[in-house]
């Protein structure tokens, strides 16, 4: 459970350590465990590696590797890359000074469910390896199902609210069906795998507590679920207010939470859900022009990501006709050759195949080029995903808000009240004991209530300064991953450019008496 | 625009006597400037048609006329009749699309055919004689316009009209349907050979000019797509702002220039590597329509000799009984005999030739191959050489980005 005692503090600090620390986490993590989810945590080292490796498709083409084809065969596959703080590139391998996280999700398994008799469910091999002091041992393995997931989710929405947290996978429950079932599952095992790889890769959460149980407490998870309604609700309908029906933060007494709850709904029904327009206006101007410079944002990577798949389906077409052609001509010399009659049919059949092999080896260029397209594009969708967190750690903190707002009504209401009753009761001489008494009660509730005001307060605070720094993670790890994007893109493009260039040069100097027979 | 050479190592033929030190004879045809004339439905395009030429008949050095796609039709099917066993060139088709008929490309693309056709009949030793192609690169428009005339209706049928039939002959089905016996064909290996090469050919260079089409179409497809990706990071550029926005502008720029470039290697590639593959199958084509007047000489040389038989057994029966209709068969039996002969020779005449012409084709087909070839490997490479500058170039810029944003 994320530190929030009841310390009274006025400022709330999100971890024991300084800012400068996260820093340091995101510089030195290993990125053994960042294969294919590099959304929004740990590391981002993946420009300019100059690996080589011993078996590489263009090895086939017996060139020397150009400088172009060093640099982008570094994209090839799952091969991680490091960059160091200087943007130097490093071809480190994973050093035991670094601290990794590396969770893999696997085997899943039909068990049967003892409690709810007769019904099974899946159950996933979770492993884990890491050098994380936290973690006792080194490397764990225990089997989880998709309710576990959802709790530690619920979980962690809850402890680390204003963060940027990584949306865990859909309910979804199509497919469960025994008929897709197998492609289901492993879908859903992908889906995992990949959720709790963001996971370790976000720099705060991955210390987190509830982490940590999930990946190593053996048995059933300890992690006490809710009676989280709005997690139920999620797939479904409308997202509503964590906070409202979970886990008191305050320690309001029973009747007054119900009745607040509904208030914070009215209200919530009012503006609208997760609504940033309660009566108190958002102070923060520079928390509001990020906002919507961020929705801005989030619009225009939409269409990019939108022209980014028609691009890749563009290349992908050439690709497969360049290969048409090809072949086409691969026939016609076979024909030429076999019928021939004159020299100049077998002249023509030299050229046909010479034309041929450079297209299919177009084609065959196409197809990797875009394989490696598609990988660093995929940055975007990445991106678009991490957006979507962004936004509920804006609801968090619109929530956090109406919170505020519901409970400084209800102590003014709750003053009224008593001011009124006041001006009653002591008209009666020797006083109204039973309004008395009651007037007692009401400013003890007062009292409970503004004390829970003062709490959601610093809540607010720290749902603030969550997302300030989130948002400073954001920019700078958004900055360095579309840099490496757009490196890796084009380094791509210019390196099959290249190669594609000395393929049909060839056939232009073989054929190039032809031309000048023309003159 | 090509200067004719005598290709072919016979004959003094137009050398005048006169002038021994005059330069050797020349037929130089373009055909230029298409214009559109006529409105609606009556539309269709002028070519102008330059000739340069020192060819004694031939008003010279130069002669302008104006011509339609109809005048080109008219001076194939002249030659198509009169040159048995020449493969004559051949002609693009008519357009069917409406919308299409009058787009630059299309024009352009006709316009290239037309003065490859025209130039291929300047350049071939025999056709370039002929009367009908002076009068097509000569005679005035009205003149032009009442040999079309004339000559319409008979020569209506296109050379593929020619080969349906020579097809539909070759069927047995259709032999036993219409209880006809099989027609006469010439029994020579090679020529069997050769005509089943030739259909072959057809087969497999429509597969390779279909596939080359479409490549035509996903260069254009990935430009489009080249230029949607380039506005939109340019968006998301403004989006980020500083240094990273410039960079992200700049690739959407790079994006969108490529983007051009792929529109141009798209219309290269249309004209200099489609079309002359179109125009392959067109010759072969063309070659299927002489094949067709082979046979069809074949079959009248062997009617005649089939009749001219029947013809001696009837005049002999008759000289036996010395009716006075004997002195008319012997008539006709030698006016027979003079057509049998006639038609021996111009079956004959079209073998010649056209083991002549398969030769030539050959060469002037790997010539033209090899070329579109040159053209269509030199188009890809400078294309993949624009792409590789333009990303290239923005390399150093992200590094220098790299380095700064740590």
Sequence with gaps: MMAYENEGFEEAHPYASPHEDMESLVLHDDDTNNNLSKSNGGAHGRDDNQRHYPHNSFNSFLEPPSYAEAVFRSFDGDHTKQINSHGVVSTSMPSTNSDYLKISVTDPREEEDLVAGGNTYVTYLITTWTNLPEFNGTEFSLRRRFKDIVTLSDRLSESYRGFFIPMRPDKSVVGKQVTQKQEFVEQRRMALEKYLKKLAAHPVIRRSEELRVFLQVQGKLPLMKTTNMASRMVDGAVKLPKQLFGEPVESAKGGGDLLRIFKELRQSVTYGWGATKPPLVEEDKEFMEKKMKLQEFELALGNVSLQAESLVKAQQDIGETMGQLGLAFVKLTQFETNEAMFNSQKARARDMKNVSTSAVKASRLYRELNAQTIKHLDKLHDYLGVMLDVNNAYSDRSNALLTIQTLVSEVSALNSRIEKLEAVAFKVFGGDSSRIQKLEELKETMRVTNEAKNQAVREYEYIKENNKIELERLDKERREDFIGMMKGFVVNQVGYAEKMSSAWEIVANETSGYAERCR | ?406
């Design chain 2, 1 to 406: 625009m090509i200067t004719t050479q005598r290709s072919h190592t016979g004959g003094g033929g137009l050398q005048s006597p006169r002038s021994p030190s005059s330069q050797p004879p020349f037929l130089s045809v373009s055909v230029t400037d298409p214009a559109k004339m006529g409105n609606g439905v009556q539309a269709y395009i002028s070519y102008k048609v330059i000739t340069k030429t020192n060819f004694p008949d031939y008003q010279g050095p130069e002669k302008i006329v104006i011509r339609r796609y109809t005048d080109f039709v008219w001076l194939r099917d002249c030659l198509f009749k009169k040159y048995k066993g020449i493969f004559i060139p051949p002609l693009p088709e008519k357009s069917t699309v409406e919308k299409f008929r009058f787009s630059a490309e299309f024009i352009e693309m006709r316009r290239q055919a037309l003065d490859s056709f025209v130039n291929r009949i300047a350049l071939h030793h025999e056709l370039q004689h002929s009367e009908d192609l002076r009068t097509f690169l000569q005679a005035d428009e009205q003149t032009m316009e009442r040999a079309r005339s004339q000559d319409t209706g008979i020569f209506k049928r296109k050379p593929a009209d020619l080969m349906q039939i020579f097809r539909d002959v070759q069927s047995k089905v259709s032999d036993v349907v219409l209880g006809k016996e099989k027609p006469v064909e010439e029994t020579n290996p090679e020529y069997e050979k050769l005509k089943r090469y030739i259909f072959e050919l057809e087969d497999h260079l429509a597969e390779a000019q279909k596939h080359a089409y479409r490549l035509v179409k996903r260069h254009r497809e990935l430009g489009q797509s080249l230029s949607d990706f380039g506005k939109a990071i340019k968006l998301l550029g403004a989006c980020e702002g500083d240094a990273l926005g410039t960079a992200f502008s700049e690739l959407g720029a790079k994006s969108e220039m490529l983007s051009i470039k792929l529109q141009r290697e798209a219309h290269h590639l249309l004209m200099n590597f489609e079309e002359p593959l179109k125009d392959y199958v067109r010759a072969v084509q063309s070659i299927k329509g002489t094949i067709g007047e082979r046979a069809n000489a074949f079959r009248q040389q062997c009617e005649l000799s089939e009749t001219i038989k029947l013809k001696e057994i009837d005049l002999n029966k008759l000289r036996l009984t010395r009716s006075e209709k004997m002195l008319d068969a012997e008539h006709e039996y030698e006016e027979l005999k003079a057509d049998g002969e006639e038609a021996t020779r111009r079956f004959e005449t079209i073998v010649k030739l056209m083991n002549e012409e398969i030769i030539r084709f050959q060469d002037e087909k790997t010539q033209d191959m090899g070329l579109a070839f040159h053209e269509f490997a030199k188009g890809q490479a400078r294309l993949a050489n624009g792409i590789a500058d333009a990303w290239r170039s923005l390399i150093p810029k992200l590094d220098a980005l790299t380095l700064s944003s740590s």
